[in-house]
């Protein structure tokens, strides 16, 4: 089981969004690449980034701070957020990031989908954001009125490498992930599946290593709220 300790970036610094709503943040004292040695020096392996301003303007507004993360800890980074276009994704890829997260480019376009896991193969995560069984996408503010498992059902043989669930109704809000639905996903999907929103204590981990085709899973507000020790957190991974 691969622990990602998560580091969302806004106005270069670490924030956490409860649903994932701009409004209702909460901003830390220690910078992204602080709270990345942090977790470095702990013994994590993987790393989770998401670059919030470039979620709301679509550009790689914080590159030069991942590219910092990357080149100094040695850390497999995951980054999602705004990256609509090839052009974002190898710009990643050349600073050393392991996986590009896509979420609504690929919601909205699936043929864009399938040429980048054709053109990066091993590099493209898909990150599927979902309310109710149903996926969201432009920083989760539209409903895209497609089922998760039907969505996942047509893209599943196009070689995505990863795929990132998140349940929106439990983000940031440390009441436990959704297993019941990411199970469901896990189940149906032909790449692992990585965990997200709500993870709340160590038990929610251990519960996660139980269910099938599961990687990994993203913990975030816990460990900033200090509900889960980093050295608790690192025991876990592997």
């Not at 690449?33 to 709301?56: P, T, Y």
């Not at 276009?85 to 050393?96: F, W």
């Not at 959704?178 to 469901?184: C, G, P, Q, R, W």
Request: with cysteine; hydrophobic share 35%; charged share 30%.
């Amino acid at each position: 089981m691969k622990i990602f300790p998560a580091i969302d970036i806004k106005d270069k610094k670490c924030v956490r969004l409860i649903k994932g709503d701009f409004d209702n943040k909460t901003e830390y004292e220690l910078s992204p690449v602080e709270q990345a040695r942090r977790c470095k020096d702990h013994g994590f392996k993987n790393l989770h980034i998401v670059d919030l301003d470039g979620a709301l303007t679509g550009e790689t507004v914080n590159l030069d701070i991942i590219q910092d993360i990357v080149g100094k800890f040695n850390l497999k980074v995951e980054v999602g957020g705004g990256i609509r276009n090839v052009d974002s994704i190898q710009k990643y890829i050349d600073v050393g990031v392991e996986k590009v997260i896509l979420g609504s480019a690929a919601i909205k376009n699936k043929n864009f989908l399938k040429e980048v896991c054709e053109k990066f193969p091993n590099k493209i995560a898909l990150g599927l954001d979902a309310k109710d069984g149903y996926l969201l996408t432009s920083g989760w503010k539209e409903n895209s009125n497609k089922l998760t498992l039907d969505y996942l059902k047509e893209v599943n043989d196009y070689g995505v490498s990863r795929l990132i669930y998140t349940d929106i109704n439990r983000d940031g809000m440390k009441q436990s992930p959704n297993f019941k639905e990411t199970s469901k996903v896990a189940k149906k999907s032909n790449c692992p599946v990585v965990i997200s929103g709500g993870v709340s204590t160590i038990e929610d981990i251990i519960k996660a290593k139980s269910l099938k085709n599961i990687e990994g899973i993203i913990v975030g507000k816990a460990i900033y709220d200090g509900d889960i020790k980093l050295n608790e957190l690192v025991k876990e991974d592997a």
